[in-house]
């Protein structure tokens, strides 16, 4: 795993272990990722299920204002601080617990909001149900993008929430959703 570009490029970060149930974004899935939402990368962005972190990482490295990165593995988010403390970003927030717990008690609005749970055991549906509430915690304008199993079947809409877009890389789809008053 490595930081592709911005102010760490090529910066090395540290991998979970061999036997790990964390399954990070493949560099070529994380790349277009980033190009797909190129212009919004500057807020806060949001890492849920955030794994090794490096999603939140490579925003920050690309000049996002802050990352929160949120995951229930103590051993993820163990891996998180110590990956953050490898690139010496202060501006972040790392939340273990549950993320529906996370973003029904946050205050913090996202520009930009990773979804990437393990696959197949219905966390992604549930979390962009979370996300998709009217008092949502995603600003005007903001992006939700979910990589997934490219056989999962996700909705058209949810709550607020539209499709815009889904690609697919290998056994992974990206789908991004925005706010359907963003889209009037």
Same mark, same amino acid.
Do not use: W
């Given at each position: 795993?490595?930081?592709?570009?911005?102010?760490?490029?090529?910066?090395?970060?540290?991998?979970?272990?061999?036997?790990?149930?964390?399954?990070?974004?493949?560099?070529?899935?994380?790349?277009?990722?980033?190009?797909?939402?190129?212009?919004?990368?500057?807020?806060?962005?949001?890492?849920?299920?955030?794994?090794?972190?490096?999603?939140?990482?490579?925003?920050?490295?690309?000049?996002?204002k802050?990352a929160?990165?949120?995951?229930?593995?103590?051993?993820?988010t163990?891996?998180?601080?110590?990956?953050?403390? %490898?690139?010496?970003?202060? +501006?972040?927030?790392?939340?273990?617990?549950?993320?529906? *717990? &996370?973003?029904? !008690?946050?205050? #913090?609005?996202?520009?930009?909001?990773?979804?990437?749970?393990?696959?197949?055991?219905?966390?992604?549906?549930?979390?962009?149900?979370?996300?998709?509430? %009217?008092?949502?915690?995603? +600003?005007?304008?903001?992006?939700?993008?979910?990589?997934? *199993? &490219?056989?999962? !079947?996700?909705? #058209?809409?949810?709550?607020?929430?539209?499709?815009?877009?889904?690609?697919?890389?290998?056994?992974?789809?990206?789908?991004?959703?925005?706010?359907?008053?963003?889209?009037?």
């Amino acid at each position: 795993m490595r930081v592709i570009t911005g102010a760490k490029r090529g910066m090395k970060l540290l991998s979970p272990a061999q036997d790990s149930p964390i399954r990070p974004t493949a560099d070529r899935t994380k790349e277009s990722v980033f190009n797909l939402i190129h212009d919004g990368i500057d807020g806060v962005f949001l890492d849920l299920f955030a794994g090794s972190g490096q999603m939140g990482i490579e925003a920050l490295s690309r000049g996002a204002k802050k990352a929160v990165f949120c995951d229930n593995e103590k051993a993820a988010t163990d891996l998180i601080r110590a990956n953050l403390k %490898k690139t010496g970003f202060t +501006n972040f927030t790392v939340f273990y617990g549950d993320y529906r *717990k &996370y973003l029904k !008690t946050t205050s #913090e609005k996202f520009d930009v909001i990773f979804i990437d749970p393990p696959y197949d055991r219905g966390l992604t549906q549930r979390a962009l149900a979370v996300i998709g509430e %009217k008092d949502s915690c995603l +600003n005007a304008g903001g992006t939700v993008i979910v990589e997934c *199993k &490219y056989v999962e !079947t996700l909705p #058209e809409e949810e709550g607020r929430l539209i499709l815009t877009d889904r690609r697919k890389y290998g056994i992974a789809s990206v789908l991004i959703y925005k706010s359907k008053e963003d889209m009037q």
